[in-house]
């Protein structure tokens, strides 16, 4: 694997950001946290000698604020995390190393009810899971999404609603890294996704009861073309309801995805160009003060030409407590399968318990 040595560009950075005038905020929010993870594979003979292994460090870095009322109508947001449980790919990131920016964006409020979103930014696509690992599984690649581009979200009389378009799904010229939702949009060596156009609708039929749909559509970019042709496609839609009832929360949609490869990775990789999937998640959860407890499931059906994949399932029961300046996580995963960089549906066997606990100051 790739690895360079760490810039002195992220300190410099964040002690800029250290630096920033706050009298003219009406709410600035400099913060930071840790995280790391145990991690124990019941398969894996190395990791049960071991017990399991504690890693997956990570520094986390927070910029938050906005203007005051009545001085201006702007509002910014920024996350950069740094170390191996930063969930980011090195190899194909645009930093080359185990740290990233997750987001940063520039807002700009039209009215009460309309806001426009510029930079690196949530993209309004279904629903998020309670935790975004193990929990997103089979949502690969159209989960915890951070695109690049510009978005418009409005809220009114019920209905929420959002526009964007998204040059690139991360920074730079050949980056494939989405951090959280990494390795499902192709590599710096193969292809990546741009220029994609995406809407979201959802309405509120009661307090408890909400509907929605969204969509997404745009171009492959070729990356083993020296001029990088934008000659692959990618669409997808997903239908989903979400319920809270007292302490208690569900959340359930349908995904229908498929991309038409670049051809030189199709032959290179001797793949078909086709890829199809149906894919099917549910969320159900229970808070109580401190306590959540959830289950994450998910299934997928390849509908791709000559693919020898049956439908493959996965489920992550888990609990989370908030202790005070952080949470402590306790999820368990089991698949039978996996969504690869071309968003295809493969058998294999997985299984793992994870505790993970945070601070943040």
């Known amino acids: 694997m790739l690895l360079r040595r760490s810039s002195p560009v992220l300190p410099l950075a964040l ?3 250290l630096s920033l005038p706050s009298h003219s905020l009406a709410e600035t929010t400099i913060a930071g946290g840790i995280w790391a993870n145990y991690q124990y594979l019941p398969d894996d003979e190395a990791n049960k000698n071991s017990w399991g292994t504690i890693g997956d460090e990570a520094l986390i870095f927070y910029l938050d604020g906005a203007a005051e009322e009545g001085e201006g109508r ?3 947001s920024a996350e950069v995390r740094a170390g191996p449980g930063s969930f980011t790919d090195p190899n194909n990131n645009s930093t080359g190393d185990q740290w990233t920016v997750h987001k940063a964006w520039v807002g700009w409020q039209l009215d009460q009810n309309h806001k426009i979103v510029v930079g690196k930014s949530q993209v309004p696509f279904g629903w998020k ?3 975004f690992w193990p929990g997103d599984i089979f949502l690969a690649g159209f989960g915890d999404q951070m695109d690049v581009g510009a978005k418009l979200h409005g809220d009114m009389n019920g209905w929420r609603y959002d526009a964007a378009f998204y040059l690139a799904d991360d920074w730079g010229s050949e980056s494939t890294d989405t951090v959280d939702d990494n390795r499902h949009w192709g590599g710096s060596d193969s292809y990546r996704k741009v220029q994609t156009l995406v809407g979201n609708l959802a309405y509120d039929l009661d307090t408890m009861n909400t509907l929605g749909a969204s969509f997404q559509a745009g171009r492959l970019q070729n990356l083993m073309d020296p001029e990088r042709p934008v000659d692959g496609d990618h669409q997808a839609a997903v239908l989903y309801y979400l ?4 302490n208690w929360f569900g959340k359930a949609s349908w995904i229908t995805m498929q991309r038409d490869l670049p ?13 199809e999937n149906d894919r099917l998640a549910l969320e159900a959860g229970y808070s109580t003060g401190p306590w959540t407890f959830y289950l994450d499931a998910t299934v997928a059906e390849p509908d791709t030409e000559g693919s020898d994949a049956e439908t493959i399932t996965a489920a992550a029961p888990g609990f989370s407590y ?8 306790v999820e368990y995963l089991n698949q039978d399968g996996f969504i690869d960089r071309d968003g295809r549906v493969n058998e294999g066997d997985f299984e793992a318990l994870y505790v993970s606990l945070d601070f943040y100051l």
């Open 243 to 246: 319920v809270n009832v007292d």
């Open 129 to 131: 899971t309670v935790n």
């Open 263 to 275: 051809e030189d990775y199709a032959v290179s990789a001797g793949v078909v160009d086709q890829v």
């Open 74 to 76: 702007w509002s910014f």
């Open 322 to 329: 908030d202790y005070g300046p952080g949470w402590v996580y």
């Open 15 to 17: 002690l800029s950001l």
